[in-house]
């Protein structure tokens, strides 16, 4: 299986694809200025005590308060407490984490009022993001997560993760771990440090102490309240953190700086492959290019087609998603309704493995399948499904088929699921179903042209455009875009673009700014 990630850089957004053998497998979308990702870490403050919840909401600078639980504090709390109070005591001289005093574990049946007050600055770290009406969700057990090792500062242990199974290697691996470690920290050693060598993993080590110093003289020297001390790496590199592996084969990335800065990891993780790194320099937008957008546009949505005619309904409800799984229109077996179930069955557990990677869908997820007589089909559908999860990253836990045919499935969630809307509205009327004549839709382009050349005076511009329209502007010898550029006198690059819908349009100059053409009309006609 070979795997390539495509990363769309845009002027507010970044959208990043993993696709294994071509197939979208893992969609990511942020905008530039996200303000949380999971990982963050902040110096916060207490807002409100609930004691009937044994909890506490927390300000982290986000409009709902995070939710901070008493057995999420993690048992070196009150040597964080006190280490924190020693921090900020002295805005100038840092007092060295090696000094620092552990205190006895935090008691698994103590009370959140006993163990914080109100207005009392917390040293936390988001787990999970806002979902729904939920604010984040928190821990006071900081974690600094690197390829190889995590790092976990008043830990004193160094664990090795179980999927390590020979014995001789994880003696190996925790016996240079416990060399090397910094003093009053922790260690997790992840699956990928099998086989590394001493160098590489001292060498995260000290990135992963490093990064937890920087976050300490942050709150030294700034009094702000709440402040991010420690911000997690984009969701590009997250990604390619822990996903990376030998079969990757491309990393394609439409921005310099974004390149720069991904190649640069790549070289500290695995010199060998840096050259996987490619800028991308195409006129075709960079989703277009690689088939991305075709497969977001059939993958997301209520309804999802899959082999024969078969079909899946996906719908999401506050408490959990249901997925309904039919038959279609498919042609029957010629071994009768039994084989036909089964094999509709077999293809939805395919595709659905897929979408709950692809939407990120976490919580509780029930499939109605269709109904199976024999138990041996039953149990088949339930092993491919449980073979077909385990390239999922996130913690799930699958149950056999119920009684009633249905199967429930629970998989970790630490972001809202991603939606992504595929239906377009139409860009000319805005779903007021009455349009000006389609063919009068170039010379309203043409309109705009003239505006942006004479009265704007730009020279350069690109025109993006669906692409039967692009196709209808180009075609000829002496095409539309011809007699544009002779008339008046500038060049344009006519791009096409799938994301677009059938007569929407985007003018950009020459820096890639985008210049926003819309008439009156029609911005009043969106509201």
């Given at each position: ?10 002027e507010?957004e ?36 609930m ?22 504090l ?12 020693q ?12 000094k ?23 040293l ?10 939920k ?10 997560a ?13 664990s ?29 050693v ?29 709150i ?34 439409n ?12 070289t500290?993780i ?17 989703f ?13 949505g ?6 024969h ?15 309904d ?9 010629e ?22 990677r ?26 491919r ?5 385990q ?23 630490v ?17 007021s ?16 042209i003239d ?18 329209v ?11 875009k ?38 009156e009309?029609?911005?009043?006609q969106?509201?």
């Amino acid at each position: 299986m070979t795997s390539e990630v495509v990363i769309d850089v845009r002027e507010k957004e970044i959208s990043t694809a993993l696709l294994e053998d071509k197939n979208l497998v893992e969609y990511q979308n942020e905008p530039k200025q996200a303000s949380f990702s999971v990982g963050n870490i902040y110096v916060a403050k207490v807002k409100k005590i609930m004691p009937g919840l044994n909890a506490c909401f927390v300000d982290v600078g986000y409009e709902r308060d995070a939710f901070l639980h008493y057995l999420d504090l993690g048992n070196q709390f009150n040597s964080y407490t006190k280490y924190l109070k020693q921090v900020v005591s002295d805005r100038k001289k840092l007092y060295p984490f090696a000094k620092a005093s552990k205190l006895p574990d935090l008691k698994k049946d103590g009370s959140i009022q006993q163990t914080v007050s109100v207005g009392q600055e917390v040293l936390v770290q988001i787990v999970k993001e806002p979902i729904s009406t939920k604010g984040p969700r928190l821990t006071g057990e900081l974690s600094f997560a690197g390829r190889y090792l995590v790092l976990i500062p008043f830990g004193d242990k160094v664990s090795v993760s179980s999927k390590i199974k020979s014995g001789e290697e994880r003696a190996r691996l925790k016996q240079l771990i416990q060399s090397v470690k910094p003093k009053n920290c922790g260690v997790i050693v992840r699956t990928v440090a099998e086989g590394k060598r001493v160098a590489e993993l001292d060498t995260e080590l000290k990135i992963l102490a490093q990064r937890w110093e920087a976050a300490l003289v942050k709150i030294q020297k700034s009094p702000k309240r709440p402040q991010l001390v420690f911000e997690e790496t984009g969701r590009a590199i997250a990604m390619l953190r822990d996903l990376f592996n030998e079969s990757f084969e491309n990393v394609y990335v439409n921005n310099e700086d974004v390149f720069k800065e991904i190649k640069h990891y790549i070289t500290l993780i695995s010199p060998e492959k840096q050259n996987i790194v490619k800028l991308y320099t195409g006129k075709v937008p960079i989703f277009d290019n690689f088939n991305v957008t075709r497969q977001i546009k059939s993958s997301f949505g209520k309804t999802v087609n899959y082999k024969h005619g078969a079909y899946m309904i996906i719908e999401h409800t506050e408490a959990l998603h249901v997925v309904d799984v039919n038959s279609g229109n498919r042609t029957r077996s010629e071994n009768g309704q039994e084989a036909n179930a089964l094999d509709v069955n077999l293809g939805a557990a395919d595709e659905l493995a897929r979408q709950l990677r692809l939407r990120d869908m976490g919580g509780i997820i029930v499939v109605d399948f269709i109904d199976m007589n024999l138990a041996e089909d039953r149990q088949l559908l339930y092993e491919r499904m449980c073979k077909n999860m385990q390239n999922d990253r996130a913690r799930h836990n699958i149950l056999p088929l119920s009684k009633f045919g249905l199967m429930q499935i629970t998989r970790q969630r630490v972001r809202p699921a991603m939606d992504v809307n595929v239906d377009e509205t139409c860009p000319t009327c805005n779903g007021s179903g009455k349009i000006r004549s389609s063919i009068l839709f170039t010379d309203q382009l043409e309109g705009k042209i003239d505006r942006l050349v004479n009265k704007i005076g730009i020279k350069k511009i690109y025109l993006h455009v669906h692409p039967y329209v692009a196709a209808y502007i180009n075609q000829g010898i002496l095409s539309l875009k011809r007699k544009w550029q002779m008339k008046y006198g500038f060049s344009i690059h006519i791009i096409p673009s799938q994301k677009l819908a059938f007569l929407q349009y985007e003018f950009y100059n020459a820096d890639g700014q985008f210049i926003d053409m819309k008439e009156e009309i029609e911005v009043k006609q969106n509201h």
